[in-house]
């Protein structure tokens, strides 16, 4: 938050239990859609769900706010996921930049500052292209590490310019805005940081593992 603090993104908060509309509908994962595959929900009886991740937060803020918004969005999310590398429960901080003339070379030059300051300068990073529904054009974001004396890339980062059907569910003018987004998994930045292989550890509560930090 610091880091990006520095670059001129306000920190903003949302509820962790959200409706159908701001956690898919709003941004362009409609009930029909085979993206929902990608985030496999907590459903509760009230049709509610457990967010799946912070970017309800960057709808509720475009529909508070006209631009420019310069934003992050840090909070427990929730996923129907476990093994070494996904929890159940784990932290994301989004960020979202919408203003006139936002490029693709704007959010690649953001990233590599940010995931520099935060891992030294001298970590190979590298953009992926991927798919997501409410950003196009796509990139997963990977940064190398050593394992076992071999290079070896994490997955830490989906990021990509905010797609039209999102300014049109919030009406903002598709023609005269554009933006980008971007999401990161906190405990996989610790995984790399700490050389932790193994995401569930954070939430076995070992006396063991909790005292080194």
């Given at each position: 938050?610091?880091?990006?603090?520095?670059?001129?993104?306000?920190?903003?908060?949302?509820?962790?239990?959200?409706?159908?509309?701001?956690?898919?509908?709003?941004?362009?994962?409609p009930?029909?859609?085979?993206a929902?595959?990608?985030?496999?929900?907590?459903?509760?009886?009230s049709?509610?769900?457990?967010?799946?991740?912070?970017?309800?937060?960057?709808?509720?803020?475009?529909?508070?706010?006209?631009?420019?918004?310069?934003?992050?969005?840090?909070?427990?999310?929730y996923?129907?996921?476990?093994?070494?590398?996904?929890?159940?429960?784990?932290?994301?901080?989004?960020?979202?930049?919408?203003?006139?003339?936002?490029?693709?070379?704007?959010?690649?030059?953001?990233?590599?500052?940010?995931?520099?300051e935060?891992?030294?300068s001298?970590?190979?990073?590298?953009?992926?292209?991927?798919?997501?529904?409410?950003?196009?054009?796509?990139?997963?974001?990977?940064?190398?590490?050593?394992?076992?004396?071999?290079?070896?890339?994490?997955?830490?980062?989906?990021?990509?310019m905010?797609?039209?059907?999102?300014?049109?569910?919030?009406?903002?003018?598709t023609?005269?805005?554009?933006?980008?987004?971007?999401?990161l998994?906190?405990?996989?930045?610790?995984?790399?940081?700490?050389?932790?292989?193994?995401i569930?550890?954070?939430?076995?509560?070992?006396?063991?593992?909790?005292?080194?930090?």
């Open positions: 938050c610091s880091i990006l603090g520095r670059m001129g993104f306000s920190v903003k908060h949302g509820p962790e239990i959200e409706t159908d509309f701001y956690n898919f509908e709003a941004l362009n994962i009930a029909d859609h085979p929902r595959d990608m985030h496999d929900t907590f459903y509760l009886k049709k509610d769900v457990l967010r799946t991740h912070t970017s309800p937060v960057q709808i509720r803020s475009m529909l508070a706010q006209k631009p420019p918004i310069k934003l992050i969005a840090p909070g427990k999310v996923r129907c996921d476990a093994d070494t590398s996904h929890s159940p429960v784990f932290h994301q901080i989004e960020g979202l930049y919408i203003d006139n003339d936002v490029t693709f070379a704007d959010l690649k030059g953001i990233l590599e500052y940010f995931l520099h935060l891992f030294g001298d970590k190979q990073i590298r953009l992926r292209s991927s798919y997501f529904p409410f950003t196009e054009p796509s990139v997963e974001v990977d940064v190398a590490y050593e394992k076992k004396g071999t290079l070896q890339w994490m997955e830490i980062m989906g990021a990509g905010v797609q039209r059907n999102v300014f049109r569910q919030v009406n903002y003018d023609e005269s805005l554009s933006g980008y987004a971007f999401g998994g906190i405990e996989r930045i610790a995984m790399l940081l700490y050389k932790i292989d193994d569930r550890l954070f939430y076995e509560n070992d006396q063991r593992f909790l005292e080194q930090f």
